[in-house]
């Protein structure tokens, strides 16, 4: 996009109800000029606009091949991403972007790829699952792990028993709650699964995205294996307001999230991320 701080209009061609509050839009930009200049990469996220009631940052959960779609998986908390509830197919709204460092897809190629989440920080890295599964050759093991506190929370059901029977894949999930009978996965935090794991650490690449706890519950076991900092990426989520580093609200440390990030290697934030309540 030529203009940083411009949203540019978009249109929903559809809507998705995930969970009760959880949903799904589907969106094309309206300006076919702007449809086909407009690129980006996994775990990079777009401003989101409402017209007349702000803006906020949403991850892309799409593969750049969709179809010229953009999905962006909301859960509605604040005033925006209730009004962003409210919409429906043929509604318009503004998107600027895509920001920020996505994942480094190039990187993992003929690595083991494990995948850790945990709540809705599974959306970000969802459009690392559907890139990697479109592309199945050139990556080694794909490991899928993601938590979450309820089980009812887990959005993606079916896609996750797919993904589980694809060739060389393993998929983990858990909940730390459940409130019905017949959660099929483990009970408890998903990184109480990392034994269960099965991979070659040193050749894998680990992406992670979630409560900041449960990353750092992750790492542990993880280096225990013998994989290296640099080969463990975070996505980190901090209030990220203009998106190119200059209102200050996702400084970390030197950095800005929103610049920056959001994806880091371990090693180059490890002296941040060991500080608690940074």
């Given at each position: 996009?030529?203009?940083?701080?411009?949203p540019?209009?978009?249109?929903?061609?559809?809507?998705?109800q995930e969970t009760?509050?959880?949903?799904?839009?589907?969106?094309?930009f309206?300006?076919p000029?702007i449809?086909?200049?407009?690129q980006?990469?996994p775990?990079?996220?777009?401003m989101v606009?409402?017209?007349g009631?702000?803006e906020?940052?949403i991850?892309i959960v799409s593969?750049?091949?969709?179809?010229?779609?953009?999905d962006h998986?909301i859960?509605?908390?604040?005033r925006?991403t209730r009004g962003?509830?409210?919409?429906k197919?043929?509604d318009?709204?503004?998107i600027?972007?895509?920001?920020?460092r996505g994942?480094?897809?190039?990187?993992a190629?003929?690595?083991?790829?494990i995948?850790?989440t945990?709540?809705?920080g599974c959306a970000?890295v969802v459009?690392?699952?559907?890139?990697v599964?479109?592309r199945?050759?050139l990556?080694?093991?794909?490991?899928?792990m993601?938590?979450?506190?309820?089980?009812?929370?887990l959005?993606?059901?079916e896609q996750?028993?797919?993904?589980q029977?694809?060739?060389?894949t393993q998929?983990?999930?858990?909940?730390?709650?459940?409130?019905?009978a017949?959660?099929?996965?483990?009970?408890?935090?998903?990184?109480?699964?990392?034994?269960?794991?099965i991979?070659n650490?040193?050749?894998a690449?680990?992406?992670?995205?979630?409560?900041?706890?449960m990353?750092?519950?992750?790492i542990?076991?993880?280096?225990?294996q013998g994989m290296?900092?640099?080969?463990?990426?975070?996505?980190m989520?901090?209030?990220m307001?203009?998106a190119?580093?200059h209102?200050?609200?996702?400084?970390?440390g030197?950095?800005?999230?929103?610049k920056?990030?959001?994806?880091?290697p371990?090693?180059?934030?490890k002296t941040?991320?060991?500080v608690k309540g940074?």
């Open positions: 996009m030529n203009n940083a701080y411009l540019h209009e978009v249109e929903v061609v559809d809507r998705i009760s509050t959880i949903f799904t839009l589907r969106l094309r309206t300006d000029e449809q086909t200049a407009y980006f990469k775990g990079q996220f777009n606009y409402l017209f009631v702000g906020v940052a991850s593969d750049p091949r969709d179809d010229n779609l953009l998986t859960r509605a908390v604040g925006v962003l509830a409210k919409l197919i043929g318009r709204l503004g600027r972007g895509p920001y920020g994942w480094p897809l190039t990187e190629e003929g690595k083991d790829v995948l850790v945990g709540g809705l970000p459009s690392v699952i559907r890139y599964t479109r199945r050759e990556f080694d093991r794909l490991v899928i993601q938590g979450v506190k309820h089980s009812e929370d959005i993606w059901g996750y028993a797919k993904w029977k694809l060739p060389n998929v983990l999930l858990a909940a730390s709650e459940q409130k019905k017949g959660w099929p996965w483990y009970s408890g935090h998903v990184t109480n699964l990392m034994d269960k794991v991979f650490p040193h050749n690449i680990a992406m992670m995205c979630g409560p900041e706890p990353m750092h519950a992750a542990e076991p993880l280096t225990r290296s900092e640099q080969d463990m990426w975070l996505s989520e901090r209030n307001h203009c190119v580093g209102c200050g609200h996702c400084q970390y030197e950095k800005f999230i929103c920056h990030g959001p994806v880091f371990y090693s180059e934030i941040l991320f060991a940074f």
